[in-house]
């Protein structure tokens, strides 16, 4: 992985420094809180509805053991023994004191870590397929462009003060795990006929209050002019994005507005205009990233391993780990495990300090000093040997990590909704909780499927409820908690809008609701056809007569 | 029945008025009677005018329920006891009477089809 | 006491602020001005004399393209901040340094804090109206924070690849 060096550290010394004195300065009353709270934002540091929030970024998800530890160490010493992971990659703290800020954020910096940019009107944290440099469906590596982002966009002079949020998602992969078409800038790595290495990019995509599935604004970007083509991208957004209205003022709405073809055409216009030589990273550069990424230590092994087959022979559960959580790696001989944070009755995402610890040693013992957060709020040990998957298995099992249900009903995406978030209308976990109980029996489960379930608790989407198979938004309905349902979203490479299925349900009938919708998919399902694929063939109605047919019987 | 409520300044904690000071409990908040409008709006003002103790000051309506008194909001209700997903966070793990009618409290002002806080098993 | 910082060689150092800002309404007095695009595309021929130096404010939804072909003849474009979290004054500036090769003086007026003077100082402005009552040194500090920068600005700070290539 990307290694600091002095520069970057130096830089993150600077930066924790210039925090320290602006709380110093809050907390002497030198700046006023409408003051202080944009800084704040921008170290990641939101005030919820119990304490502060800190929101510590993990660039393009990926981690070390060494900064997992730290991360433990921060959950123990500062919160309440666990963190949150978030559908950005990032990882989040629910009960930090402000006054403690200024230390963690140094003892983060220790480990190359930081709460930079992960809140306010600037360029986010980049995400990336978690499985970057481990699959064999990727034309590159993502995580060297998004480490060129990541460094290009920290602190930029002209692009921090945006209209809105700004956040980009690159992958290289056909199978899209970064949903990068719901994103401001969605990056797809491929390479042209000729082999030339470029990027499809996709602007305007995103979801909150108007969702969009992102145009494509140029096919084929050569790599080496990405950095240039970003500075037009963000000029003319930074220049021409309302300011007027905050649900109207992220770039999707500017895209929407001029259309994406007059959009591409102002980016053209302006990219045209910047020096090439000044903007663009040098090859030099790139080549120094890149070559943080590419050693791997692997070892030659058979694509077999007796050990695992074996074991798997015995083991049900470890059968049905590899069926779930286990992936294809680009190297014979070694895996890709998922480590769901989703176990039955969980809060989705979270993972206490002593979880933690332990992924740690495994990635350290197991899998080359590499975990991974992925968007849908779980963990991965990208580079894990076969025959070590026994071990593995046993040792997230014993921890309460082993739950073998990546992509199933009960792998559910949920904000932190009403119990944590100032933002909030109606709670998200418990609403989740009383679903993934509905899917308890994992042969269930199995049986339905894929069935990628998101839960937001307000229209802001943390929980990517636009693009869930089945989308639940959390409403409130002259002060109660209610529910509205939508079908047939995709945040993946086939990405799509959820429509609405009718009203808005009582907390205490969404669980039930979603039962129905799944029995209703069984009855019709064509094979072993997955529930998006059903609902695209026979389309909303069946769904919706039988949730609330059913209602009127209750 | 009104309360005022903040976040302390230095640690984000939630905080309730009473008599000049912030204080941590529901329990111990000051109650302004519908006929003290102007007793509360006082109360926002001098509570606003402690920039340096608490943030985000603002009024909230509380109404009898089963076994005390409760925020008619929800989320007055989670800031008061703490997060329903985990019930040993916040306030509410030191549990008593106060927290018991908080988390038992259901449609105070509204009457129908709310749902309980306490976590459904 | 002088309200203007102006940045030289480097250093922030309390300036003489000669310009007057006229609004639209007002007459134009005797002596240096700053006046307002719309002013000065309507009235700049006369106002430019040799007895004074004129200055032209841009707002933020104003592009600074219009005032192009008339740069060389301005000693100051002052650049608003309506609102300290408006970033479009950066790339103002970023574009008159830049692309437009504006020599004379950037000037941020508005809403002026010292917590955005490393942004105003490496997108081009040279001189500022804090509004925070940031005095030079404070504005100094705040500026110069940080000894890395991870990429080009208008300023002549080496981005961090080209310090790691040195």
Request: aromatic fraction near 8%; hydrophobic fraction near 40%; proline fraction near 5%.
């Amino acid at each position: 992985m990307y290694r600091y060096d002095a520069l970057d550290r130096e830089f993150l010394t600077d930066r924790s420094n210039e925090f320290r004195h602006q709380v110093a300065r809050r907390l002497s009353g030198e700046l006023t809180e409408d003051q202080f709270k944009p800084l704040r934002l921008m170290n990641g540091l939101y005030l919820q509805l119990h304490a502060y929030m800190l929101r510590v970024a993990v660039p393009y998800g990926s981690l070390n053991a060494r900064q997992v530890r730290r991360l433990a160490w921060i959950a123990r010493t500062y919160d309440k023994g666990y963190g949150h992971m978030t559908t950005r990659q990032n990882i989040q703290f629910h009960w930090i004191k402000l006054r403690d800020v200024p230390d963690i954020l140094d003892a983060l910096a220790e480990v190359d870590l930081h709460a930079m940019q992960t809140s306010g009107n600037c360029i986010r944290n980049v995400t990336a397929d978690p499985y970057a440099g481990a699959t064999a469906e990727e034309v590159d590596d993502p995580r060297v462009w998004s480490e060129a982002i990541r460094q290009w966009s920290t602190l930029h002079p002209e692009f921090s003060y945006l209209p809105r949020k700004f956040k980009f998602a690159v992958t290289a992969a056909k199978t899209d795990r970064a949903a990068v078409k719901v994103h401001d800038v969605g990056l797809i790595l491929h390479r042209a006929p000729d082999g030339a290495l470029g990027f499809e990019v996709i602007v305007g995509g995103g979801q909150g209050r108007t969702p969009y599935v992102g145009p494509t604004i140029k096919q084929h970007l050569p790599a080496s002019r990405l950095m240039s083509y970003l500075e037009a991208v963000l000029r003319v957004y930074n220049r021409h994005g309302r300011r007027d209205n905050i649900y109207k003022a992220r770039i999707k709405i500017l895209v929407a507005a001029l259309g994406a073809e007059e959009f591409a055409r102002q980016v053209e216009a302006e990219w045209a205009q910047i020096d090439s030589p000044s903007a663009d990273l040098p090859d030099t550069e790139l080549a120094r990233i890149r070559a943080a990424f590419t050693p791997m230590a692997f070892e030659t092994l058979p694509a077999r391993s007796e050990t695992f087959e074996l074991a798997k022979g015995v083991s049900s559960s470890l059968a049905r780990f590899a069926r779930n959580n286990v992936k294809p790696h680009k190297q014979p001989g070694y895996a890709i495990v998922e480590v769901s944070l989703k176990a039955i009755g969980q809060t989705p995402g979270d993972a206490t300090a002593d979880q933690m610890d332990l992924i740690a040693d495994l990635a350290e013992r197991y899998s080359l000093d590499d975990v991974r957060v992925t968007h849908a709020q779980n963990l991965v040990l990208p580079h894990v040997k076969l025959d070590d998957l026994p071990a593995v298995h046993a040792a997230l099992a014993q921890a309460g990590l082993a739950t073998a249900n990546i992509d199933l009903a009960s792998d559910i995406i949920a904000c932190p909704g009403l119990d944590y978030c100032a933002l909030a209308n109606a709670r998200a976990i418990p609403i989740a909780q009383d679903i993934a109980a509905k899917f308890a029996d994992p042969d269930h489960a199995e049986r339905v499927g894929e069935l990628k379930i998101k839960i937001s608790g307000c229209i802001n989407a943390c929980g990517h409820h636009h693009v869930g198979h089945i989308g639940i938004l959390g409403v409130d309905k002259k002060g109660e908690e209610f529910y509205q349902l939508s079908l047939g979203g995709s945040g993946a490479e086939d990405a799509s809008l959820g429509k609405i299925l009718g009203p808005a349900l009582p907390a205490d009938k969404v669980a039930d609701a979603i039962d129905t919708l799944v029995e209703a998919y069984l009855k019709v399902r064509d094979g072993d056809e997955r529930f998006l694929d059903t609902y695209r063939r026979v389309g909303l109605e069946p769904f919706k007569e039988a949730v609330y047919a059913h209602a009127d019987q209750a | 029945m009104k309360a005022l409520t903040a976040n302390r300044l230095s640690d984000g904690d939630v905080v309730f008025w009473n008599a000049g000071q912030w204080v941590e409990r529901f329990g111990d908040a000051q109650l302004f009677d519908d006929d003290q409008a102007e007793a509360a709006e006082a109360a926002l003002a001098a509570g606003k005018a402690q920039p340096l103790a608490a943030v985000d000051v603002y009024l909230i309506d509380v109404a009898p329920v089963e076994g005390g008194l409760a925020p008619v909001s929800y989320r007055e209700r989670i800031r008061a006891l703490g997060p329903t997903n985990e019930p040993t966070h916040g306030k509410q793990a030191e549990g008593g009477a106060v927290v018991e009618a908080l988390r038992h409290a259901s449609g105070a002002a509204r009457s129908t089809g709310r749902v309980d806080l306490i976590r459904r098993k | 006491m002088p309200t203007l910082i102006r940045l030289e060689n480097g250093q922030a150092r309390w300036a003489e602020n000669s310009f007057v800002s006229v609004v639209d309404e007002d007459a134009v007095p005797a002596g240096d001005v700053i006046v307002s695009l719309k002013r000065f595309l309507a009235e700049g021929e006369a106002l430019l004399t040799n007895s004074r130096r004129v200055g032209v404010r841009i707002e933020a939804d104003e592009a600074v393209e219009d005032l192009a072909y008339d740069l060389p003849r301005l000693a100051v474009v002052a650049v608003a901040f309506p609102k300290y979290r408006d970033g479009r004054a950066y790339s103002s500036a970023r574009l008159l340094r830049q692309r437009l090769g504006f020599k004379g003086e950037i000037r941020a007026v508005g809403d002026v804090l010292q917590e955005q003077a490393g942004f105003m100082v490496r997108c081009g402005f040279d001189a500022f109206e804090p509004a925070d009552g940031a005095t030079p040194e404070v504005w100094s500090k705040a500026a110069s924070r940080f000894r890395h920068v991870y990429q080009r600005g208008a300023d002549a700070r080496p981005p961090a690849y080209e310090e790691r290539g040195a």
